[in-house]
């Protein structure tokens, strides 16, 4: 093995560890922007999880006028889609 001559590579006075920015993630981080997401909670959730029961209850209410008016929206376009067959 070669001797190490005035002491080459022991110090880290030029490595890019010193140098680096413990802030400098970048914007599009995907650990930040998942910390992000799990934040905050949506305003369903915080609907669907109120302590209140009128507004836990207009939650269900709701949300069951959604789904049927969707399920018939369905089913309608699934009607009209024979016609072009």
Do not use: C, H
Request: proline residues 2%; aromatic residues 12%; negative net charge.
């Amino acid at each position: 093995m070669s001797q190490q001559q005035n002491s080459e590579n022991s110090e880290i006075d030029g490595s890019d560890i010193k140098n680096q920015n413990p802030g400098s993630l970048s914007v599009n981080d995907p650990i930040k922007t998942e910390l992000k997401a799990e934040e905050k909670d949506s305003f369903i959730d915080k609907w669907k999880t109120s302590r209140f029961w009128l507004i836990r209850g207009s939650f269900y209410v709701l949300r069951s006028i959604w789904m049927t008016v969707m399920v018939i929206g369905g089913f309608i376009l699934w009607l009209i889609s024979f016609l072009f067959i």
